[in-house]
């Protein structure tokens, strides 16, 4: 097939699809992208990286476009969209709906998300709502806080119930090219008083994902961003928007919008969303996870912002489930004094 029928195709089925014929300009960036998927060279991806950050909000909408039409179309239709009620996943699924309105959205119910949240959750039509298996609770008491990042959690975790001293060393020291290893900052956490995990998101999210994935067959489309981090642009330029060889197959189509685009895309197509970014939160997500804390503003993290908003969430977690010790120790100041 030639290049120029290989384009004709991919003009004929957005246009089926998209139930109208492309624009003159939809057309013509189809032509660049698929000229660009096709032949991409490692001196292109610069200046692709560079195209992709800086390009319009019509553009990523037809790049994301042409992404969910080839995943739906792979996979005949069973593919579902991860709805988390945040700003992210909200204009996603405005997207997959707006060519393919049936497709289901799933919300993974942790017994964590901000009641305004749950709130908004409730009125969008066609949700699955699918539960762990753990409460948060329990997570705490059997594997421990979640506290700093998923690496160094994970690395901390794993220093701490090492078997071999092979492992243990890594994790302190690095491997032969220094990688894997606990940052220095955060080595005094080896001693702390309680014990240190990743394991939540595993079992609030991944875990409770894969087992409706493998009651219903359907391949998930996910609102993950690449924002301004080189490293998962580099999963962009390898063709991994839509990771159809991957062990768990996942669909990112709008893994190169910014906050930016996503803003714009609600107003300009009137898409409604949580309140709760009207309350001074900029991110959702579990209301209790701590990772990340040290990056908040001193005295205005998300914590204090949730004294503020939802006192009696906030008095449960720092009381009933020790959160103030771990932020005290992790942070070395008294929270609460901020």
């Not at 096709?38 to 790049?63: F, M, P």
């Not at 017994?111 to 749950?118: Q, V």
């Not at 409730?122 to 329990?138: A, W």
């Not at 609600?266 to 990340?292: A, L």
Request: proline share 3%; hydrophobic share 30%; glycine share 6%.
């Amino acid at each position: 097939m030639t290049e120029k029928d290989f384009l004709k195709n991919k003009i004929d089925k957005y246009s089926r699809f998209l139930k109208r014929d492309l624009t003159k300009n939809e057309e013509k960036l189809l032509s660049k992208l698929t000229s660009e998927i096709e032949h991409l060279t490692d001196e292109d991806k610069k200046r692709i990286k560079k195209e992709i950050l800086s390009g319009s909000l019509e553009e990523k909408i037809v790049r994301s476009k042409m992404l969910i039409i080839d995943w739906y179309c792979k996979y005949d239709g069973k593919v579902y969209v991860s709805f988390s009620g945040g700003k992210d996943s909200t204009v996603l699924l405005h997207l997959v709906r707006s060519i393919f309105p049936d497709v289901p959205a799933v919300f993974a119910d942790t017994g964590l998300e901000y009641p305004e949240i749950k709130e908004f959750v409730k009125t969008i039509e066609n949700v699955t709502v699918i539960r762990p298996k753990m409460s948060f609770k329990q997570v705490l008491e059997k594997y421990g806080f979640p506290i700093i990042s998923k690496e160094q959690s994970q690395y901390i975790e794993q220093y701490k119930n090492a078997k071999s001293e092979k492992t243990k060393n890594t994790r302190w020291n690095g491997n032969k090219w220094g990688q894997g290893k606990i940052s220095e900052k955060w080595k005094y956490l080896v001693n702390a008083p309680f014990k240190i995990t990743d394991k939540c998101c595993n079992v609030f999210k991944k875990d409770p994902f894969k087992r409706y994935e493998k009651e219903t067959r359907r391949k998930p489309i996910v609102g993950v961003m690449a924002g301004e981090s080189s490293q998962r642009l580099v999963y962009y330029l390898k063709g991994e928007c839509n990771a159809f060889n991957a062990k768990r197959p996942i669909s990112k189509p709008i893994f190169f919008w910014n906050e930016v685009d996503v803003w714009k895309y609600i107003r300009d197509f009137n898409v409604s969303f949580s309140k709760i970014y009207n309350m001074g939160y900029e991110r959702t997500g579990c209301m209790f996870c701590m990772f990340g804390t040290h990056h908040d503003e001193k005295g205005n993290t998300r914590f204090h912002k949730m004294k503020k908003t939802h006192p009696k969430l906030y008095n449960y977690c720092m009381d009933k489930l020790g959160l103030k010790k771990v932020l005290d120790i992790y942070l070395k100041r008294d929270f609460e004094k901020d």
